[in-house]
């Protein structure tokens, strides 16, 4: 067995574990941002997202799909929105079984301010970082996506 081979595995191990922390230290602190600033959460905030750059009505499978969530859990997050007038629900014209779910102009207006300061509170926490580096980062990302995971 090549001598390196067990350092590289456990070096990819280590920086998983440092991915994994980053990303739940960002969560952690938008989660927090969000609660405090905008008093929503990271769920409700994650569904407007996808909803504003859809623009059009989704169905709630296609949001459920985007956000990697179950549709139970969007319709909770999407409940909610329209209880507070930030979405609207309408059937489909030809299945009535089928409901799409789209922002109010109250919900594009509370999204376009939440998004500045999510942006701007991304920029913080990633102020350590150079064009330069964001670059690398972006390569080093795309290579290690898990679409290309040999068997």
Do not use: C
């Not at 299945?95 to 998004?115: C, I, Y």
């Amino acid at each position: 067995m090549n001598e390196s081979a067990p350092s590289l595995s456990k070096r990819r191990l280590k920086s998983w574990i440092r991915l994994l922390r980053l990303t739940r230290t960002v969560e952690a602190d938008l989660r927090d941002y969000l609660r405090k600033g905008h008093e929503t959460t990271l769920p409700r905030f994650d569904v407007m997202a996808a909803l504003y750059r859809r623009r059009e009505a989704l169905t709630m499978s296609e949001l459920s799909r985007l956000l990697l969530v179950s549709n139970g859990n969007a319709t909770a997050v999407v409940d909610r929105l329209e209880k507070d007038g930030l979405a609207r629900r309408t059937p489909a014209p030809t299945d009535r079984r089928t409901v799409h779910v789209a922002l109010t102009e109250a919900g594009l207006k509370a999204f376009e301010a939440m998004a500045q300061g999510h942006e701007a509170r991304i920029d913080a926490l990633f102020s350590g970082l150079s064009a330069e580096d964001l670059d690398t980062f972006r390569d080093i990302l795309q290579r290690a996506q898990p679409e290309k995971i040999p068997e």
